[in-house]
């Protein structure tokens, strides 16, 4: 199948997953933090390079690069990007102001980056921030109005265990049982896009903090009632796996998590070192296809137990992503692992 634009920009975008410190021309790592970087190319050799040589004051000058080429064009494949710049602000309180400062001269349309990244960087004073320069951001006022507002949510609101309706909730919401009127805390929920978030900032940062988020995310790899959660898990799962094996200093954390994490999280993580260690990636690839392929015959588990009640709660569900390509890309010459969103296929699956 060949492949479209967006995907083209999905799988160039999470070249610069590959946390294994491929060797970088030397060319590349000399730039000077002003240097021109025109190309997707260069830019991601950069971000791939910065956790072990930080260059703060080279994030305006790549922004504003990513701007030009349309990086931020597909916000489902923005998320790396987003996270990365989340990641340098977070890293950089003292200089974060005049670093977004700087950023700003890309097109205005794209302010929707700054806004979410800001909102994202875990700095005490992000909301300030947005405050700060709402009025230089005015396409962006009603997004920074309700991040503000806390009608959006940032990465310390992530619903980890985000609850699978079994068959009783579903004949509830069918028959009109439920009492939807009751507020609920505001979420994230979990996603593909979420994890490359979260390896943005592992790549600006190099700390253990993002990891730890999609750790997290693992014990959705068994989750067979729901197709978002069961590809999202399957994401973190893969990327962490694939990721550790260039990444020895990755593996040497997932290796001390896993004398701490609970058991539903130990028992995916075990695999994920395992594979790590045993670079057997192909075949958490294909246990991966093949826990979706039955999900694509059987339909959900909770799904199966309403087979005596007729039409209940039944319609189709879009595949979020499956594992796709894995260890590189011979068009861009250079190692890459697949991200959340550059794991996604636009399959469809249909619980009937």
């Known amino acids: 199948m060949v ?10 975008l ?14 590349i790592a000399a730039k000077p933090p002003n240097a021109p970087l025109n190309s997707t190319d260069g830019i991601l050799k950069w ?13 305006p000058v790549v922004v504003r690069a990513l701007s030009q ?37 890309i097109d205005p349309a794209d302010h929707w980056v700054l806004v979410r990244a800001i909102a994202y960087s875990g700095l005490p004073n992000w909301k300030d921030l947005l405050s700060t320069f709402a009025e230089r951001m005015p396409m962006r006022r009603a997004m920074i109005d309700k991040y503000l507002g806390g ?3 940032t990465l310390d609101q992530i619903d980890y265990t985000p609850k699978t309706p079994g068959m009783m909730d579903k004949v509830r919401k069918v028959l009109q049982l439920t009492d939807d ?42 989750d067979h009632d729901n197709v978002d959660n069961l590809t ?3 994401a973190a799962k893969f990327t962490l796996a694939n990721n550790a094996v260039r990444d020895l200093n990755l593996l040497t954390m997932l290796k001390w998590a896993d004398k701490h994490e609970p058991k539903q999280i130990k028992v995916v993580l075990d695999d994920v070192i395992e594979t790590a260690d045993t670079v057997d990636t192909v075949r958490m690839r294909k246990e991966s296809l093949a826990a979706i392929d039955e999900l694509k015959q059987k339909g959900p588990n909770s799904k ?33 692992v697949i991200g959340g969103a550059a794991y996604s296929a636009s399959l469809q699956y249909a619980t009937h």
């Open 69 to 105: 080429l349309q990086a931020f064009k597909d916000a489902e494949t923005s998320g790396a990007y987003i996270g990365f710049i989340a990641g340098v602000l977070g890293a950089n309180p003292d200089r974060a102001d005049k670093l977004i400062g700087k950023m700003l001269a």
């Open 47 to 59: 971000i791939n390079a910065y956790r072990d040589k930080p260059d703060p004051d080279g994030l």
């Open 232 to 234: 999202t898990g399957s």
């Open 304 to 336: 199966r137990e309403l087979t005596g009640w007729g039409q209940v709660g039944q319609g189709a569900l879009s595949m979020g992503c499956v594992v796709a390509a894995a260890t590189g890309q011979v068009e861009l010459g250079i190692p890459c």
């Open 181 to 222: 009127s009751r507020q609920k805390p505001l979420t994230m929920a979990p996603s593909p896009e979420l994890i490359d978030v979260l390896w943005g900032a592992y790549l600006a940062t190099g700390t253990y903090k993002p990891i730890a988020c999609i750790v997290k995310l693992l014990p959705l790899a068994g």
């Open 3 to 12: 492949l479209g634009h967006s995907r083209r920009l999905a799988i160039a």
């Open 151 to 153: 009608e959006l949510p």
């Open 14 to 27: 999470f070249v610069m997953l590959a946390v294994a410190g491929a060797p970088i021309a030397p060319a």
